[in-house]
């Protein structure tokens, strides 16, 4: 900190005093004081003032060399906010306490995208790993004759981990993909059975629907989160029967697998749960079910998770009244 801005500063207070002391001048020299007593305490009064403005510019100084050398010197600039000296006046403590806001803000702020770094790279790395078990069924499909129905449904298994991924990638800017328009989900639901049918008939199961309404939302949204029911059916209930119905505003998914153990469901749209089934089948990445439960915020569906163990798990998903038609 420089004299001159230090000055500045002090504009005010100096104005102050100097005004003070011609005033009381004044008065003391109509009152008749003698001339060396009113300059005496004119003088004692300017140099009190004066080292009263060197003490606090000494102060002050101090404190703003130790502001410097300390940004200079940490790495994480955000931390500052946690070794700035102890405030010494009410405007202090006022910018003291905004600092401290804002270096918490930050902190957490730096903490959840080193966090969200991590897991998407974890995740990457269990994809990539995933992926190689359709990829190297294809391989062997081809170097065995090549059965077009294994080699289609390997190759399915294949395109819809990599549109999970890229759902993935997606998810931290929804809105540069979304898309409202007016359709009828039922439109939605038989397309996507359509597409996943060569998992559905290598798995052997059975595919039931009924109802219909328009809904205006992102299609390609319930287009994934339909799928992805879908595909976990085919995946985790071999040889189940599924229902899917439609019917004001509210999609109904069931199937009559082998269900989520009740102490889970509230943990399956976690972010890299994979809960019990996932981990007797070895290769889950615990993603579907958490980039649906994400797609459905930011659609306006209400999700709800109905399940018993061996007998039904149950997808409830609920237009809110902004999207019905």
């Given at each position: 900190m420089k004299l001159k801005d230090y000055i500045s500063y002090k504009k005010l207070p100096i104005a102050v005093c100097v005004f003070a002391l011609t005033v009381i001048g004044f008065v003391l020299f109509a009152s008749g004081v003698k001339t060396d007593t009113l300059c005496f305490v004119l003088c004692f009064s300017a140099v009190l003032f004066v080292l009263?403005?060197?003490?606090?510019?000494?102060?002050?100084?101090?404190?703003v060399d130790f502001i410097e050398r300390s940004i200079a010197q940490l790495d994480k600039k955000y931390l500052l906010g946690?070794?700035?000296?102890?405030?010494?006046?009410e405007l202090e403590r006022a910018y003291y306490s905004a600092m401290r806001v804002m270096s918490y803000s930050v902190v957490e702020e730096a903490e959840r995208a080193k966090r969200e770094k991590q897991e998407y790279r974890e995740y990457v790395e269990a994809w990539i790993h995933e992926i190689k078990t359709p990829l190297t069924a294809c391989s062997l499909i081809l170097e065995n004759g090549g059965d077009r129905a294994k080699l289609r449904r390997e190759l399915k298994r294949a395109d819809n981990m990599t549109e999970t991924i890229l759902y993935y990638a997606r998810l931290s800017e929804p809105e540069k993909d979304r898309l409202i328009r007016t359709f009828d989900v039922s439109d939605i639901i038989?397309?996507?059975?359509?597409?996943?049918?060569?998992?559905?008939?290598?798995?052997?199961?059975?595919?039931?629907?009924?109802?219909?309404?328009?809904?205006?939302?992102?299609?390609?949204?319930?287009s994934f989160i339909i799928s992805q029911l879908l595909i976990n059916s085919a995946k985790y209930c071999s040889g189940c029967h599924i229902n899917i119905s439609a019917q004001a505003g509210v999609i109904t998914y069931?199937?009559?697998?082998?269900?989520?153990?009740?102490?889970?469901?509230?943990r399956v749209t976690e972010r890299g749960f994979t809960g019990t089934n996932g981990r007797n089948l070895g290769n889950s990445t615990g993603m579907g079910l958490y980039i649906v439960a994400s797609l459905c915020r930011e659609s306006g569906i209400t999700l709800k998770i109905e399940s018993?163990?061996?007998?039904?798990?149950?997808f409830i998903l609920e237009f809110d009244s902004l999207t019905k038609v």
């Open positions: 009263c403005l060197a003490a606090g510019f000494i102060s002050g100084k101090r404190r946690e070794i700035l000296p102890k405030p010494g006046s038989e397309a996507e059975i359509k597409n996943q049918m060569p998992l559905l008939i290598a798995c052997k199961a059975s595919v039931e629907t009924s109802g219909s309404f328009m809904v205006s939302s992102d299609d390609k949204a319930l069931e199937d009559d697998g082998i269900g989520i153990p009740s102490h889970e469901l509230q018993e163990q061996q007998k039904y798990t149950r």
